[in-house]
């Protein structure tokens, strides 16, 4: 599952339980104007790359090094 996807289920699905449990049965309309702040708080961090960041900091995945450069010994 990519990365982006990950971060959005693991901020979105919380915070559309908590929005249908606080909004849905007393102000509907409230709670589906609260579905679109969600949906585009959610673009707005798969845009800067938070997402991504999110599921990297909960899910511990494999990754390989990047590769560094060996470093230049200094002429006199």
């Known amino acids: 599952m990519p990365p982006v996807?990950?971060?959005?289920?693991?901020?979105?699905?919380?915070a559309?339980?908590?929005a249908w449990?606080?909004?849905f049965?007393?102000?509907r309309p409230?709670?589906?104007f609260a579905v679109a702040l969600i949906l585009v708080g959610l673009g707005y961090l798969g845009a800067?790359?938070?997402l991504v960041d999110i599921a990297d900091a909960v899910v511990a995945r494999e990754t390989a090094p990047l590769p560094t450069a060996e470093?230049?010994?200094v002429s006199p």
């Not at 996807?5 to 919380?14: A, S």
């Open 71 to 73: 470093p230049q010994p």
């Open 21 to 23: 449990l606080i909004l």
């Open 5 to 14: 996807v990950l971060g959005g289920l693991i901020v979105g699905v919380p």
């Open 30 to 32: 409230v709670f589906w």
């Open 48 to 50: 800067t790359g938070a």
């Open 16 to 18: 559309l339980i908590v």
């Open 25 to 27: 049965n007393r102000a």
